[in-house]
Nanobody, 124 residues
Framework: QVQLVESGGGLVQAGGSLRLSCAAS????????MGWFCQAPGKEREFVAD????????FYADSVKGRFTISRDNAKNTVYLQMNSLKPEDTAVYYC?????????????????WGQGTQVTVSS
């Protein structure tokens, strides 16, 4: 079993920055790929970013490339999402997820465990 707890969400003006954190406990953190997804009201959960077990590989949705950066610290069992140049359309609940099966990183079904989410609101 894995527990994931996100933090760092909040209200920010357009053009601002936030840093989300996701603290993991339970199974060996370094054995899992980690992803971030977002879900706006009335929409499906969407892929944002993914990072490999070692941190050497990262993947991003086209909508966040150049603005968001995913990273991880295996010694602290934590994955981060640095969000810069935020836009109102980034407003959503952001979830972190753990993948122990090397599933499809771009789909929610590729992950085994999920956090409870943290709200990000970007005002115009």
């Amino acid at each position: 079993q894995v527990q994931l707890v996100e933090s760092g969400g909040g209200l920010v003006q357009a053009g601002g920055s936030l840093r989300l954190s996701c603290a993991a406990s339970g199974r060996t953190f370094s054995m899992s790929g980690m992803g971030w997804f977002c879900q706006a009201p009335g929409k499906e959960r969407e892929f944002v970013a993914d990072i490999s077990r070692s941190g050497s590989l990262t993947f991003y949705a086209d909508s966040v490339k150049g603005r968001f950066t995913i990273s991880r610290d295996n010694a602290k069992n934590t994955v981060y999402l640095q969000m810069n140049s935020l836009k109102p359309e980034d407003t959503a609940v952001y979830y972190c997820a753990a993948d122990f099966r090397s599933g499809d990183y771009a789909r929610p079904t590729g992950y085994d465990y999920w956090g409870q989410g943290t709200q990000v609101t970007v005002s115009s």
